[in-house]
């Protein structure tokens, strides 16, 4: 196993150009090798961005490397913050198959508009709104959608009776 911190104190003292190229691409390539191990433990998986990402930042804040901590300490960090920020996002993030919410929409709400109609009104629809409408059709209750929306139980029920509405109109 390469020592992260060796190379970067190699880097440090590097005294030409060349030397410095020589030890920052030995030390990106170390990086990669770390961040890739830390996407599969938090993750499961290698994620090429990720681990991109976390070296890019790292070596763009080579500057900032205060010397506090071991540099492998430093990098890692950098590594599992990337990922907690990519989880975090990608939570947040719900992609809803229009053509699984179509057909069960118009079972739901006895809507008569054509499907083509309906497609280009869910396009329309807000994320939340979306949201709400594969949330429902995936059985959970009101008390559920509320604690995944941050909503109380009664403006999930406000919120479903305006879209209700709004797609019937």
Same mark, same amino acid.
């Given at each position: 196993?390469?020592?992260?911190?060796?190379?970067?104190?190699?880097?440090?003292?590097? $005294?030409?150009?060349?030397?410095?190229?020589?030890?920052?691409?030995?030390? /990106?390539? $170390?990086?990669?090798?770390?961040?890739?191990?830390?996407?599969?433990?938090?993750?499961?998986?290698?994620?090429?961005?990720?681990?991109? $990402?976390?070296?890019?930042?790292?070596?763009?804040?080579?500057?900032?490397?205060?010397?506090?901590?071991?540099?492998?300490?430093?990098?890692?960090?950098?590594?599992?913050?990337?990922?907690?920020?990519?989880?975090?996002?990608?939570?947040?993030?719900?992609?809803?198959?229009?053509?699984?919410?179509?057909?069960? %929409?118009? =079972?739901?709400?006895?809507? &008569? %508009?054509?499907?083509?109609?309906?497609?280009?009104?869910?396009?329309? %629809?807000?994320? =939340?709104?979306?949201? &709400?409408?594969?949330?429902?059709?995936?059985?959970?209750?009101?008390? =559920? /959608?509320?604690?995944?929306?941050?909503?109380?139980?009664?403006?999930?029920?406000?919120?479903?009776?305006?879209?209700?509405?709004? %797609? $019937?109109?």
């Amino acid at each position: 196993m390469v020592d992260e911190n060796l190379l970067y104190a190699q880097l440090k003292s590097a $005294a030409t150009e060349g030397e410095r190229t020589q030890w920052r691409g030995e030390l /990106i390539q $170390a990086l990669q090798t770390h961040a890739a191990a830390v996407c599969v433990k938090q993750l499961g998986s290698v994620r090429s961005d990720l681990v991109d $990402a976390a070296v890019f930042q790292a070596v763009r804040g080579l500057d900032s490397f205060r010397g506090e901590s071991k540099f492998s300490t430093w990098f890692h960090r950098i590594a599992i913050n990337t990922c907690l920020d990519w989880r975090k996002w990608y939570s947040r993030r719900r992609e809803v198959d229009l053509g699984a919410v179509a057909e069960p %929409l118009i =079972e739901i709400e006895s809507a &008569l %508009l054509p499907r083509i109609e309906l497609e280009q009104l869910m396009r329309d %629809l807000s994320v =939340e709104d979306r949201d &709400l409408i594969a949330m429902k059709l995936d059985g959970q209750s009101d008390t =559920e /959608i509320a604690q995944r929306l941050k909503l109380t139980r009664e403006g999930v029920k406000s919120q479903w009776k305006r879209l209700r509405r709004r %797609l $019937a109109s």
